[in-house]
């Protein structure tokens, strides 16, 4: 792990890193010492690491709850280089929905490809991290929604060191599978006039869930329209179950 830059604002440390490939950038408490609770957040399609609903969560996690928060690029976003083979797929998805097939179904598929990647680089990140001292092997949780979700999942569903998961935004046609084998507690966080995600898919995906906490957080709006109160729900889950 190589370091990039370092800046601190409002009580909060952020560091751009590098992990072989796979850039990335972490957040804890400025004068950080010992281990703490770390959260893997997982960013939405077509974002970044460093996006505005992945920075505003991340930096209350740390201000508010003296967490630590880690998020990287997934592969063909952000500083990753272009990746010709999911750029094909995406341009063929495209044709594919303007020809008339359902959305939803080439979302999962896509999605299940790219988390054979994601799962084995993020669990590799988690192994680079916790060997901080200013952070160490203290709980881990995980946030994402939508492809953030989709990825997470399987993620949530190999690796052990996750005590609790926030979901949502995602469907079990390809994710369903991974889900029977989550038991942690689960926050799931559903639109219900989601135009991405058929709702029932939605339904399906937080009742393949097998934890025996789980919570369905159902709200009206889009796909990207989660309110601002359902952060505060979060930041109390995670402190609950990590803190």
């Not at 880690?70 to 044709?95: C, F, K, L, M, S």
């Not at 934890?211 to 329209?225: C, D, V």
Request: with cysteine.
């Amino acid at each position: 792990m190589r370091f990039t830059s370092e800046t601190s604002s409002d009580g909060v440390c952020e560091q751009l890193f590098t992990l072989g490939e796979i850039p990335g950038v972490l957040w804890t408490p400025v004068g950080a010492a010992g281990a703490r609770p770390l959260i893997l957040m997982g960013h939405g399609g077509g974002q970044h690491k460093k996006a505005p609903d992945i920075l505003g969560r991340a930096r209350r996690f740390v201000a508010e709850c003296d967490f630590a928060v880690v998020a990287v690029d997934v592969p063909g976003h952000g500083d990753r280089p272009t990746d010709e083979e999911y750029d094909r797929i995406a341009t063929e998805n495209q044709a594919r929905v303007e020809a008339g097939e359902e959305l939803a179904p080439l979302i999962a598929g896509f999605q299940a490809l790219v988390a054979r990647q994601t799962v084995p680089e993020w669990r590799t990140v988690l192994d680079a991290v916790q060997q901080l001292e200013h952070v160490g092997a203290g709980p881990v949780g995980y946030w994402g929604v939508s492809l953030g979700c989709g990825l997470g999942v399987p993620f949530v569903a190999a690796e052990p060191r996750v005590r609790a998961a926030v979901l949502g935004l995602g469907g079990a046609l390809a994710t369903a599978e991974a889900a029977a084998r989550i038991t942690v507690p689960v926050e799931f966080l559903l639109q219900w006039d989601d135009e991405r995600v058929p709702r029932a898919q939605s339904l399906a995906l937080f009742d393949a869930l097998t934890s025996a906490e789980k919570t369905l957080h159902a709200n009206p709006g889009k796909h990207g329209e989660i309110p601002a109160f359902e952060l505060d729900s979060t930041l109390r889950f995670f402190t609950r179950h990590l803190g």
